[in-house]
T-cell receptor, first 111, second 114 residues
């Protein structure tokens, strides 16, 4: 039982490049979330999903897209990376309406 | 004003000290309260979970919720260097119409010195 896993762990992009971050969970959770964490800003919700095939915007959705084609996977895409998207990205999942379980994070640097 | 306020610290204490971490909030609809611990360069992990008001104890950790004051606390007894981490409070009204979204505090960085 791996819980929540994220791929890749680290990535360096040049401005304008695109990439996809993959989150996978093996707990059969309905809800999944993408956050970014920046110094002094805490955790900020980017997008979330309440079930397979659904997505919704969070607090800071601009510049990101998401897809939930399979229940166990939640993908976060950056179409045209900007230096302001340099951050640590965390995925989380939840089986109910409260507690969330987090992945180990992806450190992204945009040059 | 943020919905959840948490002193970011950093907080430095000697080993064996009692640590008190706190959050205040403004939304009276919050009913579920959590504390997460985040070690450096790791993901947050759930430490304590409390529903509504009251206390919950787990080993050296005690979580308190005072809904009348909109104030939650985490106490760590006999603190150890291994407790050095960032502690984040989180809360939600609950209910599936909320999408399970949590509102997080900024996190308090704790350092326990040997």
């Amino acid at each position: 039982n791996a819980g929540v896993t994220q791929t890749p762990k680290f990535r360096v992009l040049k401005t304008g490049q695109s990439m996809t971050l993959l989150c996978a969970q093996d707990m059969n959770h309905e809800y999944m979330y993408w956050y970014r964490q920046d110094p002094g800003m805490g955790l900020r919700l980017i997008h979330y999903s309440v079930g397979e095939g659904t997505t919704a915007k969070g607090e800071v959705p601009d510049g990101y897209n998401v897809s939930r084609l399979k229940k166990q996977n939640f993908l976060l895409g950056l179409e045209s990376a900007a230096p302001s998207q340099t951050s640590v990205y965390f995925c989380a999942s939840s089986g109910g309406a409260d507690t969330q379980y987090f992945g180990p994070g992806t450190r992204l640097t945009v040059l | 004003q943020k919905e959840v306020e948490q002193d970011p610290g950093p907080l430095s204490v000697p080993e064996g000290a009692i640590v008190s971490l706190n959050c205040t909030y403004s939304n009276s609809a919050f009913q579920y309260f959590m504390w997460y611990r985040q070690y450096s360069r790791k993901g947050p992990e759930l430490l304590m979970y409390t529903y509504s008001s009251g206390n919950k104890e787990d080993g050296r950790f005690t979580a308190q919720v005072d809904k009348s004051s909109k104030y939650i606390s985490l106490f760590i007894r006999d603190s150890q260097p291994s407790d050095s981490a960032t502690y984040l409070c989180a809360m939600t009204p609950g209910g599936y119409n909320q999408g399970g979204k949590l509102i997080f505090g900024q996190g308090t960085e704790l350092s326990v010195k040997p």
